[in-house]
């Protein structure tokens, strides 16, 4: 069954990448809400400190990057959002 928590890492990893793709080639984050990134990034990092204490490393490692990633989404939107104005 372990497998299928991999896989959940992986596609969780992947799910970032055309966003990020994206907004580092264009510089737009024009309709992005930086409300959305910044409950989802709430989310991940309860669940990091909850993985962390279950000791489950499949969740301590998905969580942790996908908060690294989403961390990477607010500073984007944060840096090209200033730029514009």
């Given amino acids: 069954m372990q497998i299928f928590g991999w896989l ?3 596609f ?3 799910f970032y990448l055309p966003q990020t793709v994206r907004m580092l080639r264009t510089k737009n984050v024009e309709g992005l809400s930086l409300t959305a ?3 989802l990034w ?3 990092f ?3 400190l909850y993985s962390v204490y279950v000791h489950d490393v499949i969740f301590v490692l ?3 990057t996908g908060l690294l990633q989403t ?3 607010i500073s984007l939107i944060l840096l090209y959002r200033r730029k514009k104005n």
């Fill in 8 to 10: 959940g890492f992986a």
């Fill in 71 to 73: 961390s990477l989404q």
């Fill in 62 to 64: 998905g969580n942790l």
């Fill in 37 to 39: 990134w910044l409950v």
């Fill in 12 to 14: 969780f990893q992947i």
């Fill in 46 to 48: 309860s669940y990091v």
């Fill in 42 to 44: 709430s989310g991940l």
